[in-house]
């Protein structure tokens, strides 16, 4: 049945039509996903936080500190930076970790983004080499998901 969605009708580089009815290649439509699933368009990014004072308050001492969590929760209170609803109702299995942007005008597409914190955070005045091949090599091994949950999460989002 889930091939009977998207039977494109493609032609090759000789102008030969041929039908592309993989499941991969359905999925992939995200026309047939948004008009047949009711699965709108997704995007997801991975910020990597490695310092700065975006992440930082001022403790006790009045010295900043790097306390991401206590960002991630104020851009929670932000709408145009988290819709909370849409969150929950897609991505509550995964918990508090993500961020949903609002649907953009343009094409109704979303952005799932979650924030993830180096242990070393430094200015990006300081970083290293050592520092961007530590930054590829997470993004190598870890991309957008990073916990088992989230690896096995899959889902055709």
Not at 91 to 108: H, I, W
Not at 132 to 145: F, N, R, S, V
Request: glycine share 8%.
């Amino acid at each position: 049945m889930l091939s009977l969605l998207s039977c494109e009708s493609q032609k090759d580089a000789s102008g030969i039509s041929n039908n592309n009815t993989s499941v991969e290649n359905i999925f992939n439509n995200e026309n047939v996903c948004e008009k047949f699933l009711g699965i709108k368009p997704e995007g997801k990014v991975l910020v990597l936080y490695t310092g700065g004072t975006i992440g930082m308050l001022r403790n006790e001492e009045g010295v900043l500190m790097p306390v991401i969590d206590e960002f991630i929760m104020a851009l929670r209170k932000f709408p145009q930076l988290h819709d909370s609803e849409y969150a929950s109702k897609n991505y509550s299995d995964l918990g508090k970790s993500y961020l949903v942007l609002p649907e953009t005008a343009a094409d109704n597409r979303r952005v799932v983004y979650r924030i993830s914190k180096f242990s070393n955070v430094c200015d990006s005045s300081n970083v290293t080499m050592d520092d961007w091949i530590h930054i590829a090599d997470y993004i190598k091994l870890h991309g957008w998901m990073t916990t088992l949950q989230e690896q096995n999460y899959g889902g055709i989002r």
